[in-house]
């Protein structure tokens, strides 16, 4: 059976833990680590799990015909097609027949398989708790979908409505919607990228071999990068006993998502965790044996490493190749839309057929003061294909703005890290809960006088707080008395990397629970600092 | 009508059979003010809120009154309050003490591993009705079956309970709003949480000498958790394993004697009992509402008002889980019903400790009447209830039957 936590929702209340403990388990306090595809018969505990998580967080799979909601929509289309078969490209198809779309629907994946999860690749996969071919996302119902997998499309033509396969053949659509997501930006020299021991990860496939690799033996690690994907891979390898390094530019791991402060924690972490972490330095060359094999790197600073594995963690590119020439805004920086997920064409004009959610989609939040955002994340890609699925196939005066906050998780070193908002549109940041000392707490994250994010490790039930806070544009810093207050609640700047200056007073509120009822109003005057 | 009046009604003993009626009315005004300046909150995504929300205490030193408290020499030594009291770090230190002899991470299958034991008790208390037409599901099953169950995982002699249950019921009633002011109701607690660590310190020390495989001897050993404290949560997980889950069960066989549809399903399809207890938990749930021990360490805007720093907050849970708002038909009891969100075991950072014992003793219990007491009927409806309306529950519930199946007749048959 499959089974998937939404860890955007998981609030770590471990009840899914005891009721099945063979399938899930906490490592730590909050970290859930379990298994996606288990045995049938495990089954009823897998039930009860389900039934016993107090946020309803665990989605098992739904045999038989998907309840179909009344449809009261306008203009139906016949023909909805959907590249990139994967979570967004799933949640968009499931929520199409919900919404009782009735007519064809076509998913286009390059990859072979069924749409699988990524977060658990650099987790329980790596470990070798769940098997690299066995995090296949749950079955929401009978899709009536058809799948043409293994076959990559390779252009649009916007005019004639059709995709382009790499065969040569021509899929029509009255819809189209872009979920081709992003790959591993690969190791630059491709002579070097192609020694054996280099690795990326960002499919199945590659978590196969790197698992593979590493339960194999290896006398030491290279991870290059710092970000979360090479912190947990950093993670992963210090659980299983063996000798890592990690390099990053930056001044930390982590700096360039949650700021210079928090980023300090997370090196310290690693380092008690026994990671050798190198800061400030890049990794200038891989070196090979002359068999081929990977013998070390040399870094910036002129040192050496010996390393018989490397990992190439240096972030994503945005799948928008088979876009080149289509007419869309599409680029390096992803394919723009509007919030109600309308692709840009290239004048900046909305197209009413073409939707985009996902890694792959680049669209203006207005709490963020209508900067564009690419996320990837996990709750981003379900938020988002959710909302355009539904502006798929609704009247235009029915279009839902994808206005939920980014929410997004990571595990490593045990610990459970989320953070709700943008941590990087900040300027300042203080700890309000708990004790850094401790590896429990929150730091919430200002700027210009009001609360813009929140990071959490192993405090996960406390975030909702704070994204209402977000949501409220509430002033920056936060006064008022709290259970467990640190003694010394001082901001600090956050030490966040350079990016675009946001505008000072267009500031938001965002009102409602369902995508179908969230509004962002505006503030004409930004609320001041609180003091 | 004034704010206080549907929570007052509520309170009234008059509505225990039926509490469920007053609260479309408790809801009209989701954050009511008392004439007592506490603050009730009614609907679901309030209590949610504040359920999650770190400018709410549950310590209730923080109200000057309680926290002058001293007992004289003779009530000494004064315990600390249990962890269900206390705010993080100390909460939180204190439940994953406690958590690591109950479960994840450090011992996961603890509970999952009792299940057994538990079929075990069950089916020897169902055993022990052979012959009866008539039952008292109270007296004869649903206390008698917990008490065992959290006896033994404490590691406190049988002999002893007669002793405990006394002390039990008051603390019990200290948590009851309708048996004095907060401040005398703390006062009262602390005295008997007194006598119940006097008594809980000399278990300690036998078990000290003679270690056995229980969670007092464990957390006794492992020396980790104070001995004052250590001696409050012994108290609490006592009181809290020993008054709620009787109610689930009781309220559980009312529920299906008065929905046979449902009792027949659950015969036939005895996994059908995993959501229909989570379904109880919505629709009939034990803990109407937490003692009130919750205070506002700060305005809080919320539902329309402001709870001023320092007032009382009461959750009623019950009605939150009722909340039209948030589940269609709120007033069905459906056994399938799907996302089902109650608020049975509260939330947040003090979402019950014992909830997964709960559950497992609760899907024992059904299963094992259903399939084994033959044509149940209920003798009186309503049954007599309880006094607290916070932890609220039949105080007998007469079943006649024609007879109880013995158990390996009903399994095969099932
Ligand atoms: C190792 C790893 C760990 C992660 N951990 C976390 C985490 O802890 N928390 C979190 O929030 N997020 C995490 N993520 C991110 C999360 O997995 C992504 O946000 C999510 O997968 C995005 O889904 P998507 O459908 O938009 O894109 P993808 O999952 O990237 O899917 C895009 C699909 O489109 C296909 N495709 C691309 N081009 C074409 C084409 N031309 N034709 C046809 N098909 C095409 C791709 O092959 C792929 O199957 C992790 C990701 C990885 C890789
Ligand atoms: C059906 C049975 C039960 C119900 C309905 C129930 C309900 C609840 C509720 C609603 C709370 C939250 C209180 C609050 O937030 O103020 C709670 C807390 C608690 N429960 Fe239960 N409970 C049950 C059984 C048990 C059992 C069997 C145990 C012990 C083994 C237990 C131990 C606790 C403890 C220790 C807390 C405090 C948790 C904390 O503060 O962190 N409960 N319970
Ligand atoms: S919130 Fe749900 S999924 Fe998360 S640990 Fe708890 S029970 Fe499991």
Redesign the pocket.
């Known amino acids: 059976m499959r089974v998937v936590v939404d860890l955007t929702r998981c609030q770590g209340y471990g009840q899914c833990a005891f009721a099945a403990p063979d399938v899930f388990r906490m490592a730590r306090n909050e970290a859930l680590m379990y298994e996606l595809n288990p045995d049938d018969s495990r089954r009823a505990q897998v039930l009860r799990a389900a039934a016993a998580c107090p946020v309803q967080a665990l989605v098992v799979d739904e045999l038989g015909p998907l309840p179909a909601q009344a449809s009261g929509h306008g203009r139906m289309p016949e023909r909805v097609v959907i590249v990139g078969a994967s979570l967004a490209g799933l949640r968009a198809a499931a929520t199409l027949r919900r919404q009782g779309f009735r007519g064809s629907l076509t998913l286009i994946g390059d990859e072979p398989d069924r749409p699988y999860d990524r977060p658990p690749l650099s987790k329980q996969v790596l470990t070798g708790q769940v098997n690299a071919q066995q995090t296949l996302l749950p079955r929401r119902g009978e899709l009536h979908a058809k799948w043409l997998l293994g076959t990559p499309a390779t252009g649009l033509d916007l005019a004639a409505k059709q995709v382009l396969l790499a065969d040569g053949r021509r899929v029509g659509y009255d819809r189209l919607l872009i979920a081709t997501g992003v790959r591993a930006r690969p190791w630059p020299n491709p002579a070097e990228a192609a020694l054996d021991g280099v690795f990326v990860l960002r499919d199945s496939h590659d978590a196969a071999l790197l698992h593979d690799r590493l339960a194999g033996g290896v006398n030491r690690v290279l991870v290059i990068g710092g970000g979360f994907n090479g912190s947990e891979i950093a993670s992963v390898c210090r659980d299983m006993g063996l000798a890592v390094t990690l390099v990053d530019r930056g001044p930390a791991p982590l700096t360039g998502a949650l700021g210079g402060v928090v980023g300090a924690i997370a090196a310290d972490i690693q380092r008690e965790h026994g990671v050798d972490l190198r800061c400030g330095v890049t990794a200038a060359a891989l070196e090979g044996d002359g068999a081929g094999r990977l013998r070390g790197a040399r870094l910036s600073d002129g040192s050496t490493v010996e390393a018989d594995v490397a990992v190439v963690a240096l972030g994503a590119e945005r799948n928008v190749g088979w876009l080149a020439g289509s007419g869309l805004a599409a680029g390096v920086w992803g394919v723009g839309c509007d919030a109600g997920c309308r692709a840009f064409n290239v004048n900046g004009i909305v197209c009413d057929d073409v939707f985009v959610a996902g890694d792959v989609a680049r669209f203006p939040h207005p709490v963020y003061g209508y900067q564009f955002l690419t996320l990837e994340h996990w709750g981003n890609a379900m938020a988002q294909a959710q909302v355009a699925a539904h502006n798929m196939i609704a009247a235009s005066s029915d279009l839902w703005p994808h206005l939920s906050l980014p929410v997004f998780w990571s595990a490593q070193f045990g610990l459970n890290i989320k953070s709700v908002g943008v941590p990087t549109f900040a300027d300042e940041v203080v700890f309000t809960q708990g004790s850094v000392a401790d590896r429990r707490f929150v730091a919430v994250y200002g700027y210009h006088g009001r609360i813009t994010a929140a990071v959490t490790f192993d405090q996960a039930m406390w975030l909702d707080f704070y994204r209402d806070l977000i949501e409220q544009a509430a002033p920056f810093p936060p006064t008022f008395d709290m259970v467990g207050k640190p003694g010394k609640v001082q901001p600090v700047p956050a030490e966040v990397p350079q990016r675009i200056s946001a505008l000072h007073d267009a500031t938001v509120v965002v009102t409602g629970h369902d995508p179908a009822e969230r509004r962002a109003t505006l503030v004409t005057a930004g609320p001041g600092r609180a003091d | 009508m004034p704010d206080g009046n549907a929570y007052d009604q509520f309170l009234d003993y008059a509505n225990r059979a039926n509490p469920y009626r007053l609260f479309p009315e408790l809801r009209k005004t989701p954050v009511a003010r008392q004439p007592d300046g506490s603050y009730v909150v009614s609907t679901y995504d309030e209590i949610v809120s504040l359920l999650h929300d770190p400018r709410v205490s ?1 310590d209730l030193r923080n109200v000057p009154e309680i926290a002058a408290i001293a007992l004289p020499p003779e009530h000494a030594p004064q315990l600390p309050p249990e ?2 009291r206390r705010d993080p770090p100390d ?1 939180d230190r204190l ?1 994953s003490l406690a958590m690591k002899y109950f479960g994840p991470p450090h011992s996961p299958d603890r509970i999952s591993r009792l299940t057994p034991r538990i079929d075990r008790i069950v089916t020897d208390l169902i055993d022990g009705l052979a012959g009866r037409t008539r039952i008292d599901i109270v007296d004869d099953f649903a206390y008698p079956l ?1 008490v065992t169950v ?1 006896c033994e995982l404490l590691g406190v002699p049988k002999a002893d309970e007669q002793r405990l249950h006394a002390w039990s019921q008051l603390l019990v009633g200290t948590n009851d709003p309708t048996t004095g002011t907060i401040v005398e109701r703390n006062r009262r607690r602390f005295e008997t949480m007194a006598e119940l660590g006097r008594y809980f310190d000399d278990l300690v020390e036998a078990h000290l000498r003679d270690p056995g495989d229980d969670l007092l001897s464990a957390l006794a050993t492992d020396g980790e958790m104070a001995r004052p404290d250590l001696l409050s949560t012994a108290g ?2 006592f009181v ?2 020993h008054e ?2 009787v109610n ?1 069960v009781t309220n559980g066989m009312l529920t299906l004697l008065r929905h046979p549809d449902v009792l027949e399903r659950l015969r036939h399809e005895p996994e059908l009992v995993v959501t229909a207890v989570e379904e109880l ?1 919505r629709y009939e ?3 109407q509402m ?1 003692g009130p021990r919750r205070t506002a360490l700060a305005d809080i805007d919320i539902g329309g008002t402001t709870i001023p720093k320092g007032s009382v907050i009461v959750l009623v ?1 019950a009605s939150g889980s009722r909340d039209p708002e948030r589940f269609p038909d709120p007033d069905r009891f459906d056994p399938d019903r799907r996302d089902n969100q109650h608020l ?3 939330g947040g ?7 997964p ?2 559950r497992t003793e ?1 899907q024992i219990a059904l299963t094992e009447l259903v399939g084994r007491l033959v044509n149940p009927r209920l003798v009186t409806d309503p049954p007599p209830y309880r006094h607290p309306p916070n932890l609220r529950g039949p105080e007998h519930l007469l079943v006649d039957v024609d007879r109880v199946e013995p158990v390996t007749r009903a399994r095969a048959g099932g």
């Open positions: 549950s962890f269900i909460h439940r917990p959290i609490l997980l809290a394993g709620t889950t689930l938990l749930p034990p803990i937490p849970l049975g075991f509260g950072i003090h979402y019950c400790f014992g909830a014992l709960a609760t």
